[in-house]
């Protein structure tokens, strides 16, 4: 599974709990057919891939150390804007090509 299946699945999850608490919905995430499953994760990866659309991407609390190593651009006139491009590049949630 890639970062961002994981992510996507982590935020089904959540929505899912937030709708059993509200009442939408009765039956554990255990308990959900497959089906209904997917369409969690597919509602969830909706919204990530809108937030990217919208210039919004998940990234680690922590740098990882490839993001580290992206950002240490060895020259002078380096922006910070370039170091952040370098280490969001680097991230594990690096945005999803776009399906035609």
């Known amino acids: ?4 299946e994981e992510l ?3 935020r089904a999850i959540d929505v899912h709990e937030a709708a059993r608490h509200a009442g939408a919905v009765s039956e554990l995430w255990d308990e959900m057919t ?7 994760i597919s509602i969830a990866r909706a919204v990530r891939l809108g937030d990217e659309e919208r210039g919004l991407r998940v990234v680690p609390v922590e740098a ?5 190593v992206a950002g240490w651009i060895d020259k002078e006139d380096v922006s910070p804007a370039e170091i952040w ?5 680097a991230s594990p949630f690096a ?6």
Do not use: I
Not at 34 to 40: E, F
Not at 85 to 89: E, G, I, K, R
């Open 85 to 89: 491009t370098a280490m969001l590049a």
């Open 8 to 10: 996507d699945l982590a």
């Open 95 to 100: 945005p999803e090509e776009k399906q035609c």
């Open 64 to 68: 990882t150390e490839e993001m580290q």
């Open 34 to 40: 497959d089906s209904d499953k997917q369409v969690c």
């Open 1 to 4: 599974m890639t970062p961002n």
